[in-house]
């Protein structure tokens, strides 16, 4: 069992940076590949980013691509989402997600379906 925690949400003007935490309980958290996603408002749950278990290997979504970097301390149980530059569109509440898979980022790693362990959420609001 995984239990995840989002924290780092707030309200930003647009152009400006937020970071998200991830924090972890539970074990082997190294043998996990992490994603962020994010849900806004009357529309379903889209992908954002994802890194492997050694975090070596990541993927972002094309509307991120640039602005946005995930990375993992797996010393702290703890995976990162640093966001730049960012845009009133990036208004939703982020999740992280945690899966059982110790490969490289694959295309399919953009679904949610094959995360196993979800966060509550922060909510992340960016002013024009």
């Known amino acids: 069992q995984v239990q995840l925690q989002e924290s780092g949400g707030g309200l930003v003007q647009a152009g400006g940076s937020l970071r998200l935490s991830c924090a972890t309980s539970?074990?082997?958290?190294?043998?996990?590949?992490m994603g962020w996603f994010r849900q806004a408002p009357g529309k379903e749950r889209e992908f954002v980013a994802a890194?492997?278990?050694?975090?070596?290997?990541?993927y972002y979504a094309d509307s991120v691509k640039g602005r946005f970097t995930i990375s993992r301390d797996n010393a702290k149980n703890t995976v990162y989402l640093q966001m730049n530059s960012l845009k009133p569109e990036d208004t939703a509440v982020y999740y992280c997600?945690?899966?059982?898979?110790?490969?490289?980022?694959?295309?399919?790693?953009?679904?949610?379906?094959?995360?196993?362990?979800w966060g509550q959420g922060t909510q992340v609001t960016v002013s024009s």
């Open positions: 997600a945690a899966q059982l898979y110790s490969g490289s980022i694959r295309p399919a790693d953009t679904h949610p379906k094959v995360y196993n362990y």
């Open positions: 539970g074990r082997a958290f190294s043998s996990y590949a």
């Open positions: 890194i492997s278990w050694s975090g070596f290997s990541t």
